[in-house]
């Protein structure tokens, strides 16, 4: 009844820039805090950023100053806007929402994202 969706991965060179989104929808499409989170090859799955309703943000130090994260809550999306992309930044982006009908969260498939020349 509720599922989220992201978008806007791919390819990419370093110094690049992706926007990534992740859109709610179905019966529960409000979140208190919505995260990305990242998990490269053999590496164990991160916080990469999380907002909450109010757009009170975190970020991880690998991120500060390159990524920033968004909500739309009319649109019922959370971006996160990638720029200065490192190789170090490959991984599979997934995003996760959090109320209190979901309090261990819902999470979407992911999306991949690859930086290399």
């Known amino acids: 009844q509720v599922q989220l969706v992201e978008s806007g991965g791919g390819l990419v060179q370093p110094g690049g820039s992706l926007r990534l989104s992740c859109v709610a929808s179905?019966?529960?499409?409000?979140?208190?805090?919505v995260g990305w989170y990242r998990q490269g090859p053999g590496e164990e799955r991160e916080l990469v950023a999380n907002?909450?309703?109010?757009?009170?943000?975190n970020y991880a130090d690998s991120a500060k100053g390159r990524f920033t994260i968004s909500r739309d809550n009319a649109k019922n999306t959370v971006y996160l806007q990638m720029n200065s992309l490192k190789p170090e930044d490959t991984a599979v982006y997934y995003c996760?929402?959090?109320?209190?009908?979901?309090?261990?969260?819902?999470w979407g498939q992911g999306t991949q994202v690859t930086v290399s020349s």
């Open positions: 179905g019966r529960i499409v409000s979140f208190y805090i």
């Open positions: 907002i909450g309703y109010s757009g009170r943000t």
């Open positions: 996760k929402g959090v109320n209190s009908y979901f309090r261990d969260g819902v």
